[in-house]
């Protein structure tokens, strides 16, 4: 019994060495996110400005190939930041109420063209459902669902959109007819690093982060991500959240910023934003 004891007592101390080690690491690449950020901003504007000024035709395809692996590794570079901050306890929501159409229009925005070149149907449902949540965490995590889904359905559509549950509950939920994930290994895909070993996924690269992250995302929103999926037939990824009656106060506000629009018609805005998560 005392050496068992002792067993289990080694095996709970090297576990919280490992928790501090990790966590320590996950507090240096969030404090040092902006230091190791500058120089992938930096090539990327000389890049750019090398394209801008070339004039020769046999130059612009390797600038463009540099191009593309610099907007690659600043994805998984960012991925990565995200995830340490997370683990860090650095990102605190800021629940608000929103109106979740006005998630669902920027995703129309982003990725309607994407999911056009390929041929796919991208549907978004219209919803009136108001909700308490950080929209800038929300957004991501239904992006990241949207982008998966166009990313691997080469056919078919991808859907948007809101299933009411009892109790004022409801279900986002984001579908496609893609390659689908087979069900023992669903909510592994959850894990960071985490990409089943399919050769399409392996071509179309990625280090496996979007998902890890939306799941502590949801966390801090006190929400739960599923999946349902089969292969062939494609997958089903959702959030469960509680939907609210619509702020009377914001129809006042809404008045306020009608009267500030008018006063910014015509007029441009440049706006700088470093906030990953928004």
Request: contains cysteine; proline residues 4%; glycine residues 6%.
């Amino acid at each position: 019994k005392n050496v068992n004891i002792e067993l289990v007592d080694a095996l709970k101390q090297k576990n919280v060495a490992l928790e501090q080690a990790n966590l320590a690491q996950s507090r240096y690449l969030s404090a040092a996110s902006h230091d190791l950020r500058q120089p992938l901003h930096a090539l990327a504007l000389l890049v750019s400005d090398a394209q801008r000024k070339n004039t020769q035709p046999d130059v612009a395809p390797i600038l463009s190939k540099i191009e593309q692996a610099i907007d690659s590794l600043s994805s998984s570079f960012n991925a990565m930041l995200n995830l340490s901050r997370l683990d860090a306890g650095v990102v605190k929501p800021d629940i608000q109420p929103i109106p979740l159409q006005r998630i669902f229009d920027r995703i129309q925005i982003e990725f309607e063209d994407t999911a056009l070149q390929k041929g796919l149907c991208l549907t978004i449902v219209s919803t009136k459902v108001w909700i308490q949540s950080d929209e800038g965490m929300l957004h991501s995590i239904l992006s990241n669902f949207v982008s998966n889904a166009v990313r691997y359905t080469e056919s078919g559509k991808v859907l948007l959109g809101v299933r009411h549950l009892p109790d004022n509950k409801i279900k986002i939920l984001v579908f496609d007819t893609g390659t689908g994930v087979p069900s023992e290994k669903a909510k592994q895909i959850f894990h960071e690093y985490k990409r089943l070993e399919y050769a399409e996924q392996r071509v179309k690269g990625g280090v496996g982060l979007g998902l890890a992250i939306s799941e502590r995302m949801a966390k801090l929103l006190g929400t739960q991500l599923f999946v349902q999926s089969a292969p062939g037939k494609g997958s089903c990824f959702g959030l469960i959240m509680q939907s609210i009656p619509k702020p009377i106060s914001l129809e006042f506000k809404q008045n306020e910023r009608d009267v500030v629009g008018d006063y910014l018609s015509g007029k441009r805005i440049a706006i700088l934003d470093d906030d990953e998560t928004a």
